[in-house]
Nanobody, 118 residues
Framework: VQLQASGGGLVQTGGSLRLSCAAS????????MGWYRQAPGKERNLVAV???????TIADSVKGRFTISRENAKSTMYLQMSSLEPEDTAVYYC?????????????WGQGTQVTVSS
């Protein structure tokens, strides 16, 4: 299983970006994809996750500004980020989780840098 994240960049405060994460390989139809972010010197934190059934969990810090979505047929997930703030600056990682033979599998993408200038 491989994950390829893209769409990061430099944007001014109040701007928007759209991240994409494409998954490839042997992936069960039932799975959870998510976005996490890690700022310099800080822990990696959940931004938002979405199940293959469409259930969404989103962090309070981005609620109302970020939207997570996915296209199951393409094994692709998106994160639409609006009203960006300098505090959103981080490396954003995509994650894929599923159960395989009673084991919980977790895969990470390579990360994409998002920088919000004030």
């Amino acid at each position: 299983v491989q994950l390829q994240a893209s769409g990061g960049g430099l944007v001014q405060t109040g701007g928007s970006l759209r991240l994409s994460c494409a998954a490839s390989g042997s992936i069960p139809s039932i799975n959870t994809m998510g976005w996490y972010r890690q700022a310099p010197g800080k822990e990696r934190n959940l931004v938002a996750v979405i199940t293959s059934g469409g259930s969404i969990t989103i962090a309070d810090s981005v609620k109302g500004r970020f939207t997570i979505s996915r296209e199951n047929a393409k094994s692709t997930m998106y994160l639409q980020m609006s009203s960006l703030e300098p505090e959103d600056t981080a490396v954003y990682y995509c994650n894929l989780q599923f159960r395989h033979e009673r084991l919980q599998k977790s895969y990470w993408g390579q990360g994409t840098q998002v920088t919000v200038s004030s």
